[in-house]
């Protein structure tokens, strides 16, 4: 806290208590990775009024001059618009691809991924988005410096450049490890109700 606080007896060190971060709209800035704040950024920003608490834990922090909870959920006041362009990561290309290898189309953990240039720089291909697909270290292997119609492994899905739009929508789709109760109403406002 700003004045030389400290959190109320009880607490246990290995709960961080994060706080969802919402743009001015209501939606997280990012699904994947959530945009979380740590409680110490999330207490600062209500000090400085970038931000409106909306939900909070039960877990109260201390001050000479003031106790208050640590906020859960926050709102910022002033809207962050999306970038329109996602940078080119590698990152960015598994998330593209939904963590699928796109030559035989199995889910992978992200350390089990690599990228493929589906026409190999060897070959004149050239490392962007139009080029780059997700693919498991086996399909890799196996297509090495072919081209697709060569070893007949064409990618599932046609490479592109994604908009942050599509990226944020399959980045809901990866649910993160941790999730308080008061986040998920504000994460999963939008989905679609079952009849």
């Not at 070893?151 to 490890?177: A, I, V």
């Amino acid at each position: 806290m700003p004045d030389g606080g400290h959190i109320a007896s009880g607490f246990n060190g290995s709960q961080t208590f994060p706080a969802l971060v919402l743009n001015a709209d209501f939606r997280p800035l990012s699904y994947f990775p959530l945009s979380v704040w740590a409680w110490q950024d999330a207490v600062k920003a209500v000090f400085l009024d970038r931000v409106s608490v909306l939900s909070e834990y039960e877990t109260l922090v201390h001050s000479p001059s003031l106790t208050m909870r640590l906020p859960s959920v926050i709102a910022l006041k002033d809207y962050i618009p999306a970038a329109r362009r996602p940078a080119f990561t590698r990152f960015n290309v598994f998330l593209r691809d939904s963590f699928e290898c796109q030559y035989c189309g199995r889910p992978q953990p992200t350390q089990d991924l690599t990228f493929d240039h589906v026409i190999p720089r060897s070959r004149g291909g050239r490392t962007t988005w139009d080029n780059v697909v997700t693919a498991c270290g086996p399909c890799n292997l196996r297509k090495g410096n072919k081209l697709p119609r060569e070893c007949h492994m064409l990618p599932r899905l046609q490479p592109r450049q994604p908009t942050s739009w599509e990226l944020q929508e399959n980045g809901r789709s990866f649910p993160p490890n941790y999730l308080h109760e008061s986040w998920r109403d504000y994460l999963y406002w939008d989905s679609e109700l079952e009849s």
